[in-house]
């Protein structure tokens, strides 16, 4: 999932009901997410898992929730009947994090994205409502890119925590193996943004590689959009005018996310937001 400042804008344009009931969304994901991301015990992690898994079913039935996110979000759930499926699929694809591995295919790695991130949107989607369905692909291609996106952003940060999402298909070409990533990694990883440097040409070959996967999801979004659907969709429009903009950021790095987190400033975001807003109305 994103991180909450890149969505901050795209919820302001929302009529305060639906904005309230995206960030419950937002806060229940984000508490399934974090839950695994910040627990470094694969067997703690599994229990989480198992919890959380409760939680959805209770959603979904006259039990009461046993978490402060659940309690806020079930309401949302009963007003705008969100897909039990998508709240599966979110805690799904946060499991694959509870015992981290490799992935061998794109095809592995796409599963994971529509799990962590194009359920979200497919649960924001009901909110937003619309009259074709098609809005649903975009909502799919639109998690996939941004999470593609936040996966190339934060590679020195995932090393980090014993994570590795490019896959070994992606890497086999150019002849990379996970170690030439590690090895780009500074010692002491500093906490402003510094000269950039010239990285191996095989690690960036395989990033650019990435970075053209989501470009064509985000492609793939654009042409699914709706006309007469995206007035309602302009909150998920704004989403992938920022992220756009951070994947031309990191391509125009060169793709070094290694000595710092490229980041879209927020006085940027709410230009975009801004503009997107004015283009959708």
Same mark, same amino acid.
């Given at each position: 999932?994103?991180?909450?400042?890149?969505? !901050?804008?795209?919820?302001?344009?929302?009529?305060?009901?639906?904005?309230?009931?995206?960030?419950?969304? *937002?806060?229940?994901?984000?508490? /399934?997410? @974090?839950?695994?991301?910040l627990?470094?015990?694969?067997?703690?992690?599994?229990?989480? $898992?198992?919890?959380?898994?409760?939680?959805?079913?209770?959603? *979904?039935?006259?039990?009461?929730? +046993?978490?402060?996110?659940?309690?806020?979000?079930?309401? /949302?759930?009963e007003?705008?009947?969100?897909?039990?499926?998508?709240?599966d699929?979110?805690?799904?694809? =946060?499991?694959?994090?509870? @015992?981290? &591995?490799?992935?061998?295919?794109?095809? +592995?790695? +796409?599963? !994971?994205? &529509?799990?962590?991130a194009?359920a =979200?949107?497919?649960?924001?989607?009901?909110v937003?409502?619309?009259?074709? %369905?098609?809005?649903?692909?975009?909502?799919?291609?639109?998690?996939?890119?941004?999470?593609?996106?936040?996966?190339?952003?934060?590679?020195? /940060?995932?090393?980090?925590?014993?994570?590795?999402?490019?896959p070994?298909?992606?890497?086999?070409? *150019?002849?990379?193996?996970?170690?030439?990533?590690?090895?780009c990694?500074?010692?002491?990883?500093p906490?402003?943004?510094?000269?950039? %440097? +010239?990285?191996?040409?095989?690690?960036?070959?395989?990033?650019?590689? &990435?970075?053209?996967?989501?470009?064509? !999801?985000?492609?793939?979004?654009?042409?699914?959009?709706?006309?007469? @659907?995206?007035?309602?969709?302009?909150?998920?429009? $704004?989403?992938?005018a $920022? !992220?756009?903009?951070?994947?031309?950021? $990191?391509?125009?790095? %060169?793709?070094?996310?290694?000595?710092?987190?490229?980041? /879209?400033? #927020?006085? =940027?975001?709410a230009?975009?937001?801004? #503009?997107?807003?004015? #283009?959708? #109305?």
């Amino acid at each position: 999932m994103g991180r909450p400042t890149s969505f !901050y804008y795209s919820f302001l344009v929302l009529p305060a009901p639906k904005r309230r009931a995206i960030l419950a969304i *937002f806060d229940f994901c984000r508490a /399934v997410d @974090d839950s695994i991301d910040l627990e470094p015990d694969p067997r703690r992690a599994r229990a989480q $898992i198992a919890r959380w898994r409760g939680e959805v079913s209770r959603l *979904f039935s006259d039990e009461r929730p +046993e978490t402060a996110q659940g309690e806020r979000i079930k309401p /949302v759930v009963e007003m705008f009947r969100l897909p039990r499926e998508a709240f599966d699929a979110l805690v799904d694809g =946060v499991a694959m994090d509870a @015992d981290p &591995h490799d992935f061998a295919t794109f095809a +592995e790695l +796409e599963t !994971y994205c &529509h799990g962590v991130a194009s359920a =979200v949107g497919l649960i924001c989607a009901e909110v937003f409502g619309y009259d074709d %369905r098609a809005m649903l692909a975009y909502a799919r291609d639109l998690g996939v890119a941004l999470q593609l996106t936040n996966i190339l952003r934060d590679v020195a /940060v995932d090393l980090r925590r014993g994570r590795f999402y490019l896959p070994a298909e992606d890497l086999a070409p *150019f002849g990379c193996r996970r170690a030439d990533f590690e090895a780009c990694l500074p010692d002491n990883p500093p906490r402003r943004a510094r000269s950039r %440097r +010239e990285l191996p040409e095989p690690v960036r070959a395989v990033l650019g590689r &990435h970075a053209a996967r989501a470009r064509e !999801y985000f492609a793939r979004a654009a042409a699914a959009l709706v006309p007469a @659907d995206a007035r309602r969709f302009v909150a998920a429009e $704004i989403m992938r005018a $920022i !992220y756009w903009d951070l994947l031309l950021r $990191i391509e125009r790095a %060169r793709f070094d996310v290694f000595d710092s987190v490229i980041r /879209v400033p #927020r006085p =940027v975001q709410a230009a975009i937001a801004v #503009r997107t807003w004015w #283009r959708v #109305r």
